[in-house]
T-cell receptor, first 114, second 113 residues
């Protein structure tokens, strides 16, 4: 069964500090991995999309890494800001029968405190 | 370019009723996907429409249905509402290609009493 597990479930850090969120998956056959940021009461916003051949991808202060061998990904946030407070969702795509099927993690709730 | 819009934003219904939610994708996008989000389950995939055809379907009962029009706008219908259907319903649009970025709307908050 395709699964995506994220850790930690929640995280509280001081403004200006760095943090790393983890995503482990058992999705097969792997197509790509995505990270989304979801502010409270809003729809998710795409941060990065990585395919099998990509090890790392950055979007401003967000850097995602992918290890397709161990089926792990991480999202590193540098110099956190109050606006980074949100849920971060890892999504893994499998390509099956000519269609792309997405499996969602339950997210990590990040809170930045001043 | 206008983003994904969803109407209505909030809805209150009672058990047994039916509801129709609407989603207007970004201009030029042919794929619309629907998701249910609850605090306990996270985002659950309902279905995807591409060029008016259902291309993918999640594991939801037949009470959940959808359709897509020729202008790519999509509607989702839930019949015989149950308390457990209370959730945030999100739609996302994309060009419909593999590894394509999905753009989410703000969602419709459905409360079933």
């Amino acid at each position: 069964k395709n699964q995506v597990e994220q850790s930690p479930q929640s995280l509280i850090i001081l403004e200006g500090k760095n943090c790393t969120l983890q995503c482990n998956y058992t999705v097969s056959p792997f197509s790509n991995l995505r990270w989304y940021k979801q502010d409270t009461g809003r729809g998710p916003v795409s941060l990065t999309i990585m395919t099998f051949s990509e090890n790392t991808k950055s979007n401003g202060r967000y850097t995602a890494t992918l290890d397709a061998d161990t089926k792990q990904s991480s999202l590193h946030i540098t110099a956190s800001q109050l606006s980074d407070s949100a849920s971060y969702i890892c999504v893994v795509s499998a390509f099956l029968g000519g269609n792309e099927k997405l499996t969602f993690g339950t997210g990590t709730r990040l809170t930045i405190i001043p | 370019k206008a983003g994904v819009t969803q109407t209505p934003r909030y809805l209150i219904k009672t058990r047994g009723q039916q509801v129709t939610l609407s989603c207007s994708p970004i201009s030029g996008h042919r794929s619309v996907s629907w998701y249910q989000q609850t605090p306990g389950q996270g985002l659950q995939f309902l279905f995807e429409y591409f060029s008016e055809t259902q291309r993918n379907k999640g594991n939801f009962p037949g009470r959940f249905s959808g359709r897509q029009f020729s202008n790519s706008r999509s509607e989702m219908n839930v019949s015989t509402l149950e308390l457990g259907d209370s959730a945030l319903y999100l739609c996302a649009s994309s060009l419909g290609l593999v590894a394509d970025t999905q753009y989410f709307g703000p969602g419709t908050r459905l409360t079933v009493l």
